[in-house]
C-alpha cells in the first residue's frame, strides 16, 4: 500500500517535472526566436510565405466554420427567445457572441488542428531528417530561419482571419435572421448596436494575437523536439494539436477574466 | 512569392477595413452626414453608456458622445453628437432612459414645457442642455420587491395571528356585542317606562305629601288652639282619674277572683266527701248507709247527689250566673 503510494507520489512528482521542463524548453525556444528578431534577413523573405500558408490558406475553413456558427447562432436564439424577450435580441447575441467568443476561439481550434500540426510536422520531420541540424552546422540560426517566421505569421494573421469569420458569422447570422426567422434587416442591426462597443474588436484581436502566438510557437516547439522518426512526428503533430487546444481555451478564460 | 505578398495585403487589409469600418457603422457614425455636438448635464445617468443613441420623437438623431464628470462632482457632462439637419425644441432637454428591460439605456431630446413634473438638473451655462435620468427599472422593482417583501412580512403575522380560533372568537364577540346592544336598547325602554311611572307617583306622592302637609298644619293649628285653651289639660286630668278608677276594678276583680278560687276548693272537697259517703253507701258501709238501706231514701239521696253535682257543673261553667260583679 505505502509501496503503491510512493509510486504515486513519485509518478507526480515526474510528471511535474517533466511539465515544467517542457515549458523550460519551450521558454528557451522562444528566447531563441525573439533574439533571431536581429536576423531581419533571414526571417523577412520568409513571413510572408508563412503569412500565405497560414493566414490565407486558411481563410476558407475558417470563414465555413464561421458562416455555419453564425446561422446556428441566429435559429438557436430566435428558439430561445421567445415571449417576452424581444426579437432583436438576436442581432445583439449573434454580433457580441461572434465578435468576442466563438469568432476568436473556433476560428483558433481550426487553426490549431490545421496549422499547428502542419507546423509540428514540418519541423519535426526536418528535425529526424536532421535539416534543422545542417542548418545550425550552416551557421544558420534555426529559430529566426524556422520559428520566428511562422510565430510572426500566426501572430498577424491569426486575427486578420477571425476578423473576416466573425464578419461573415455575422452576416450569415443577418441572412439566417431576415430569410429563415421574422426578422427584419433593421430590427437585426438595432440588435447588433445595442450593445456593441468598439472594445470588442480589440478584445477579440487581443484574443486571436495570443493564440496565434499559441498555435505556431507549440507547433514549432513540438516539431523542433521530434524524436524517433516518422512515429515521432506523428506524436509530435498530435501533441502541437492537443497542446494548442488546451492553451487556446487557457488563454480565453484569461482574457476574459483579465480584460472583461 | 508576389503573388502571396498580395494575398496576404488583401486579407489583412479587408480584415482591418471590415474591423474598423463595421465598429463604426455599428457605433452609428455616417460619412454621409454632419454632425454636432451638444452637451447637457445631469445629476446621474445611470447605465447610459458611450455611444448609446440619441433619440427626437422616437427618431434616431445622433450618439452620446463622451461622458465626464464635473470638476467640482457636482453633475455628469454628457456630449451628444446630433445631426446637422435635425432642429431641436425652443426648450430642448434630455431624458435618459432604459430603452427596453435588457439593460439598453438611451438618451431622448424632449420638449422641458412638455414634462413639467420631470426634475431636470438646471446648468448654469444656457448653451447646455438641462438634464433627467429616470430611475433604473431594476431600481424600481428592487423597491418594488422590498415593498412585496414587506407586505409578506404583514401577511405572515396576520396569517399567524388571526387563525380560525380567532376569527370564531371575533365573530362571538361581534354577536355578543349585538345581543348586549339589543339588551342595553331594551333595558332603556324598560327604564324610560318605570321612570316615567317613577315620575308619576312622585308626581302623586307630592300631591299627597302637600295634602298631608296642609292637613298636618290644620291639625297642628288645632293643637295649638287646643292647647291655648286648657282642655288637653281636662283630658289628661279625666284620663288620670280613669286609669285610677281601672287600678282599683283590677283590685276588685283579683280579689274576686281568690275567693272564687277558695270556694271551688271547698266545693271539691266537699265532692269528694259526698263520693267517698256513696261509696260507704253502696257497700253498705257505715250509719248512713244502713239508714238507707231503706231505698226511698236511698233514691232521693242519690238524686239529691246528682242535682248537686249539675250545680257545681254548672257554677264552673257559668259563675257569672251565680257570682254577681258590679264595678260602678
Known sequence: MAGKTLDFVGATGRAALRFAATVGEWGVLMQDTIRGLRAVRIWGKLVFEQMMRIGVASVPIALFIAAFTGIVLALQASYTFTGAVPVYLVGSLVGKTMIIELGPVLTGLALAGRVGASIAAELGTMRVTEQIDALETMAYDPAAYLVLPRVLAGAVMFPAVTLLASALGIVAGWLTAIQLLDMSTPEFVRGLETFFVPFDVVFSVIKSFSFGLAVTSLGCFFGFRTRGGAAGVGRAATSAVVASSMVILVFDAFWAAVLL | MRRNEVWVGVVILLSVVIAVAGSFWLRGYRLTRGTTTVEALFSGVGQLPDGASVKLRGVTIGRVNGIAVEPDGTAVRVGLALNTDVQLPADAAVLIAPESMFGDWGAEIVSRSANPRLDFFEPSDPGVLPGFSIPDLSRLTATADQIAENLATITDRVEVAFTQETAENLRLVIENVGRVSEQVAELADAQIGAVEELVENVRTSTGEVQEAAALATRTLAEVERLLSGGVVDSI????????????????????????????????????????????????????????????TVAVQTQSALMQLTLLLEDFRENPGRYVRLSIF
Not at chain 2, 249 to 261: K, P
Not at chain 2, 266 to 279: K, N
Request: negative net charge; charged residues 30%.
Open chain 2, 236 to 295: 289628661v286630668g279625666d284620663t288620670r282619674v280613669t286609669a285610677a278608677e281601672f287600678r282599683r276594678l283590677a283590685t276588685d276583680l283579683r280579689e274576686t277572683t281568690t275567693g272564687l278560687s277558695t270556694t271551688l276548693q271547698f266545693a271539691d272537697s266537699t265532692l269528694v266527701r259526698f263520693e267517698r259517703i256513696g261509696r260507704e253507701l253502696e257497700t253498705g258501709e257505715g250509719t248512713l248507709a244502713q239508714l238507707l238501706a231503706d231505698s
